[in-house]
């Protein structure tokens, strides 16, 4: 903005900071209203359907739950679930991996 206060033009602008137009016409908006270009913080939530607790609980209560069955628990998908369970180191193997799969030793 001080740039462009000091008499250069918005094209000017453009070419010296290769941004945008619109960029330019946003943020001299911006200042105008509120004194300043910062961006607006963004709202942070801690989860969107799954809080981690409540799904840690559910699994201890739930072991042989399918990822399905959770999700329709919680109101979300089977994708969304598995996605959580990675965040939380949470890992849905049956099998222990010291033991080898049968059809594979035949």
Same mark, same amino acid.
């Given at each position: 903005?001080?740039?462009?206060?000091?008499?250069?033009?918005?094209?000017?602008?453009?070419?010296?900071?290769?941004?945008?137009?619109?960029?330019?016409?946003?943020?001299?908006?911006?200042?105008?209203? &509120?004194?300043?270009? @910062?961006?607006?913080? #963004?709202?942070?939530?801690?989860? %969107? /359907?799954?809080?981690?607790?409540?799904?840690?609980?559910?699994?201890?209560?739930?072991?042989?739950?399918?990822?399905?069955?959770?999700?329709?628990?919680?109101?979300?998908?089977? &994708?969304?679930?598995? @996605?959580?369970?990675? #965040?939380?180191?949470?890992?849905? %193997? /049956?099998?222990?991996?010291?033991?080898?799969?049968?059809?594979?030793?035949?």
């Amino acid at each position: 903005m001080e740039y462009l206060d000091g008499g250069q033009t918005q094209r000017e602008a453009r070419s010296t900071f290769n941004i945008s137009l619109t960029a330019i016409n946003s943020w001299r908006q911006k200042y105008k209203k &509120t004194g300043e270009v @910062k961006d607006d913080p #963004r709202p942070q939530r801690k989860h %969107k /359907k799954l809080d981690p607790e409540k799904l840690k609980i559910y699994v201890q209560e739930h072991p042989d739950a399918y990822l399905k069955e959770i999700g329709e628990a919680f109101g979300c998908s089977d &994708t969304a679930v598995q @996605k959580a369970f990675k #965040r939380l180191g949470i890992t849905r %193997k /049956k099998r222990p991996s010291g033991i080898a799969n049968r059809t594979r030793n035949r």
